[in-house]
């Protein structure tokens, strides 16, 4: 008797059970989803009812919901497409169809979708594609901007490359093949596509990562195609060892009395770095293994000691970086060889940037110029003559530009604000007939045609005679 009532008991919450889930789940929910302008699937559609179930659509635009019995909205979405709802009647049982076409929000051509980022292992080429571009105009053109590696301690970076896309016969497709991925490190790629009307589309990004390479900075295996590191950068210069016999090159100006710090970190696995530091002559004056002196992942050595300060002249000084494994197997050769370098002043802080550009009387970049602030000495940061110099919160009332030769000098004042960049652009006037008579008038005493600048004083003894009229004759022989 008891068995009997236990099958009962059983049999009823089967029953209860299976009602339940009919009650939930009793009818289906299919149907397509596309384009009302291209009559094309959408895919990866969302489509929800207020009873919160959902699916997505796949490529075909094909959905199927399960749901329970009863009247709901059925809302779609999905980027470039206005919203779309309707009211569907699921009953028990069955399943309903419903037809979905979606309008574009705007006339603009569209781009599904880019490739994937991508790595690359040493080789140059690679494929680009923009898939199932639509557009209501027919399309003019799709282009891929592509800004490569660059020094990223760059104010202003290079020019991007622009390359057309070409349309695969047949399809909504287009791909491109760009063959000089050569540099190492991150390639930012954009896409966008332009109708016949003049209307662009959203741009879509990807990236391409060649991890085997020369990095931007080659080529830097001479001491004379060393660049400059800009002191205190928050940014650090990335290098590889893409070769055997690789070996960096970069410079800075010691100024008198002060130690700086090297800072070698994010050292990838095949990188032992060794430091040389040159001055001028080439006379090696210090060196250092960087993973003999590693703290919390970064490698840090500091030069010139206190000690070494009255032995240490001011000028441009030059540090080469070579590796110290060379026993590293062929296939590892350029691969995982990375490291970033910096060069700090440690009692400074770092609140704001002056950036400066000079140029000659022809507005062209004038190089082999030199500023001074506060005593101390930058050589210009980027190869256009161009200064990307960090400084401490506070108002230079005189930032001097010491030119190359036959130019006059420049003082200006410069705002260092916290966080910001302050702009000049420099404008040096060239030595000429002029500056020839004043020197001679001044040192005659018939000067009068006003205050006599200080910037005129060539040898710096704060008189300006001889010396001055002697070396602006030099400058009108040129």
């Given at each position: ?5 236990y099958?009962?008991?059983?049999c ?5 059970t ?15 989803v ?10 990866n ?6 009873a919160?179930r959902?699916a997505?659509s ?8 399960d749901?329970e ?12 497409y206005?919203?779309?709802?309707v ?20 006339i603009?051509?569209i ?12 080789e140059?080429?690679a ?29 202003e ?14 399809t909504?497709?287009?791909?491109l ?6 540099v ?8 966008v596509?332009t ?17 085997i390479?020369p990095?931007?900075f ?13 002191l205190n950068?928050?940014k ?15 410079k800075?100006?010691?100024?008198y ?48 000691s ?6 240490i ?8 970086i070579?590796?110290?494994?060379k ?17 700090i ?5 770092l ?29 210009p940061?980027?190869p ?32 260092i604000?916290?966080?910001?960049k302050?702009e ?5 006037k060239?030595?000429?007939l002029?500056d ?5 008038q001044?040192?005659?005493?018939f000067?009068?045609?006003g ?9 710096q003894?704060?008189?300006?005679g ?5 070396y602006?004759?030099g400058?009108?022989?040129?």
């Open positions: 008797m008891n068995g009997l009532k099958l009962m008991v059983i009823l919450l089967m029953y209860m299976l009602a339940n889930a009919d009650a939930y789940i009793s009818g289906k929910i299919t149907g397509k596309t384009s009302e302008e291209f009559e094309t699937p959408v895919e559609a969302i489509l929800k009812t207020n919160g959902s997505i796949f490529s075909d635009g094909t959905f199927i919901i749901h019995s009863g009247e709901y909205t059925l809302t779609v979405l999905t980027d470039n206005e919203p779309y709802s009211v569907v009647v699921v009953q028990r049982y069955q399943t309903i169809d419903v037809e979905i076409k979606l309008k574009l929000r705007s603009k051509p781009i599904s979708s880019v490739s994937d980022p991508q790595t690359l292992l040493g140059k080429t494929s680009i594609f923009a898939n199932n571009v639509l557009s209501i105009n027919d399309i003019e053109r799709i282009e891929a901007i592509i800004v490569c590696p660059q020094n990223p301690q760059k104010i970076l290079d020019e991007p490359y622009v390359l057309p896309f070409k349309n695969i016969s047949g909504n497709d287009y791909s093949t760009y063959d000089n991925f050569e190492s490190g991150t390639y930012q790629i954009s896409v596509a109708d016949t009307a003049g209307n662009t589309s959203i741009t879509l990004t990807t990236t391409i990562i060649q991890s390479g990095d931007a080659e080529p830097d295996n001479l001491i004379d195609e060393a660049t400059v590191v800009i950068s928050p650090a210069q990335k290098h590889t060892f893409h070769s055997i016999d690789d070996e960096d090159w970069i800075f100006y010691i100024n009395q002060i130690t700086y710090t090297i800072e070698i970190s994010n050292m990838e696995k095949n990188a032992y770095p060794i430091i040389e530091v040159y001055d001028c002559n080439e006379t090696l004056q210090f060196t250092q293994t960087m993973r003999n002196c590693l703290v919390n992942g970064t490698a840090i050595a500091e030069w010139p206190i000690k070494e300060w009255s032995s002249a001011e000028g441009i000084y030059y540090i080469r070579i590796n110290q494994d026993n590293i197997s062929e296939q590892d050769i350029g691969y995982n060889t990375g490291y970033d370098i910096r060069i002043v440690k009692s400074a802080t609140p704001g940037l002056l950036y400066a550009k000079v140029y000659d009387e022809k507005n062209k970049p004038l190089k082999d110029t030199m500023i001074s602030i506060n005593d101390t000495k930058y050589v940061t980027f256009n003559g161009s200064y990307a110099i960090y400084l401490e919160y506070a108002n230079y009332s005189d930032v001097t530009v010491i030119p190359p030769l036959c130019y006059h000098r420049i003082s200006f004042p410069a705002i604000n916290v966080l910001k302050e000049k652009n420099i404008h040096m060239r030595i000429g002029q020839t008579i004043s020197a001679l001044i040192m005659t005493g000067y009068s045609t205050e006599i600048s200080m910037n005129e004083d060539i040898n003894d704060n008189i300006i001889l010396h001055e009229v002697i602006s004759l400058c009108l022989e040129e």
